[in-house]
């Protein structure tokens, strides 16, 4: 039997509606820029896009070569990996990896190119470099550098505790010191002294504080944007006007908090829904599990658990026809890059008039443990979504 994928012109018109009813959709003043395997969004931006209102001075990437990582402003600190939703990235000063410890060149705190808008992540270790030893000791637990083309007699390198918090090595004031964050390993075996050229490779952590509610800012219908004039956050709505926080509207934009739908293929009796693409997932592989890289602070789960009550007021509250979901739970609210929530699967969903407020059905719906306690009460009508 040949694959057959039945795509529908309809649900492409459908795609172009969502993209005009959501502003957040698709941003032509500042759009995600590529650079090696990052992509590049508010509040970052690449200098070649020549807008300064794309995001802060400090924020500004330069991209030398699309198939390499770009690095932070005009400094020599490389960008390797970046979290938008937990605010870190991952970074390397280039300079020292590839010198790899061989020359001590400066000290993480007075050359590194890190403005107030960063912080050097505390989850990070210390790695110290001691040279010029006096009568060549090693400090106890450190290592010799090796492999260098210059002369590294009497140069060790030792791995000691968190950022800031760490002890120094014992040397009795014998060695000079040099101490660099690294980030390291998950696996003990490869977090060791002996391992410090991987480990200053490897880079180290960054996080930054928030620069606005760029969420907030989309689910009105807004462009995350920075004003210079102020030098703060400000949101660019589809009027071209620039507004402190939001664009007005109770429910414009708020689409942006329900998932696409892309395309519907068909094999035989078998049909299949594409959405979007979200990369981060399901709520559900985060919220069960003890080792998820998902940020469980307050501030994290607060933002999520907004997002989806504000999607559920725009079914409830801001479309013609008012959309009840019956099946709002962890694994049908999907994640976008900066864990924005989006509510999907609408298999149970009915539809109701605005001007009703109860709803009758011959039977609960929902899935057990995620039923609204009224669906399943023999003395009530009404229906929600919790």
Same mark, same amino acid.
């Given at each position: 039997m040949?694959?057959?994928?039945l795509l529908?012109p309809?649900l492409?018109s459908?795609?172009?509606?969502?993209t005009?009813? =959501?502003?957040?959709?698709?941003d032509?003043g500042c759009?995600p820029?590529?650079c090696?395997?990052?992509?590049? &969004?508010?509040?970052?931006?690449?200098g070649s896009?020549d807008?300064?209102?794309? @995001?802060?001075? %400090?924020?500004r990437?330069t991209?030398n070569d699309?198939?390499?990582?770009?690095?932070?402003s005009?400094?020599?600190?490389?960008?390797l990996?970046?979290?938008?939703?937990?605010?870190?990235?991952?970074?390397?000063h280039a300079?020292?990896?590839?010198d790899?410890?061989?020359t001590?060149?400066?000290?993480v705190?007075?050359a590194?190119a890190i403005t107030?808008r960063?912080?050097?992540?505390?989850? =990070?270790?210390?790695?110290?470099?001691?040279s010029?030893?006096r009568?060549r000791?090693?400090?106890?637990?450190?290592v010799p550098?090796t492999?260098?083309? %210059?002369?590294?007699?009497g140069m060790?390198?030792?791995l000691g505790d968190?950022?800031?918090?760490?002890?120094?090595p014992?040397?009795? @004031?014998g060695?000079e010191?040099?101490?660099?964050?690294v980030?390291?390993?998950?696996?003990?075996?490869?977090? &060791?002294a002996a391992n410090?050229?991987?480990?200053i490779?490897g880079g180290?952590?960054l996080?930054?504080?928030?620069?606005?509610?760029? =969420?907030t800012c989309?689910?009105? @219908?807004g462009q995350?944007?920075?004003?210079?004039?102020?030098?703060?956050f400000?949101?660019?709505?589809?009027d071209?006007?620039?507004?402190?926080?939001?664009?007005?509207g109770?429910?414009?934009g708020?689409?942006a908090?329900?998932v696409s739908?892309a395309?519907?293929? @068909?094999l035989?009796?078998?049909?299949?829904l594409v959405?979007e693409?979200?990369p981060?997932g399901?709520?559900?592989?985060?919220?069960?599990?003890?080792?998820?890289?998902l940020?469980?602070r307050?501030?994290m789960?607060?933002?999520i658990?907004i997002?989806?009550?504000?999607g559920?007021?725009?079914?409830?509250?801001?479309?013609? &026809?008012?959309?009840?979901?019956?099946d709002i739970?962890?694994?049908?609210?999907?994640?976008?890059?900066?864990?924005c929530?989006?509510?999907?699967?609408?298999g149970?969903?009915k539809?109701?008039?605005?001007?009703?407020?109860?709803?009758s059905?011959?039977?609960a719906?929902?899935?057990?443990?995620?039923?609204?306690?009224?669906?399943?009460?023999t003395?009530s009508?009404?229906?929600?979504?919790?």
């Open positions: 040949h694959l057959e994928l529908l309809i492409a459908l795609q172009l509606l969502t005009f009813a =959501n502003g957040s959709t698709v032509a759009p820029a590529r090696g395997n990052l992509t590049i &969004t508010y509040p970052f931006w690449l896009q807008q300064s209102s794309c @995001g802060p001075p %400090a924020f990437l991209c699309t198939a390499s990582s770009p690095f932070l005009s400094s020599y600190i490389k960008v990996d970046v979290d938008y939703g937990r605010r870190s990235l991952v970074a390397v300079l020292l990896a590839a790899a410890a061989c001590v060149m400066f000290n705190s007075s590194f107030d960063f912080s050097i992540s505390r989850s =990070n270790r210390q790695l110290y470099v001691l010029r030893c009568e000791l090693p400090p106890l637990g450190s550098v492999n260098c083309r %210059a002369n590294s007699s060790y390198a030792y968190n950022y800031v918090t760490g002890q120094a014992a040397n009795d @004031g060695c010191l040099s101490v660099f964050p980030l390291g390993s998950s696996k003990a075996t490869e977090m &060791t410090y050229r991987q480990l490779v180290f952590l996080e930054w504080e928030p620069v606005g509610d760029c =969420n989309r689910a009105s @219908g995350c944007r920075y004003d210079a004039n102020t030098a703060a400000a949101c660019l709505c589809s071209g006007s620039m507004r402190p926080s939001v664009c007005d109770k429910y414009k708020r689409l908090l329900i739908l395309a519907v293929g @068909g035989g009796p078998k049909r299949a959405y693409y979200m981060n399901s709520l559900e592989k985060y919220i069960y599990s003890e080792s998820s890289k940020d469980t307050w501030e789960l607060l933002k658990a997002g989806i009550a504000r559920l007021e725009y079914l409830h509250q801001g479309c013609n &026809t008012r959309i009840i979901h019956f739970k962890p694994c049908n609210i999907l994640l976008d890059h900066e864990f929530p989006k509510i999907a699967d609408f149970l969903a539809l109701c008039h605005l001007n009703e407020s109860i709803l059905m011959a039977e719906r929902g899935t057990i443990g995620f039923i609204a306690p009224e669906t399943i009460s003395s009508e009404g229906s929600s979504d919790v």
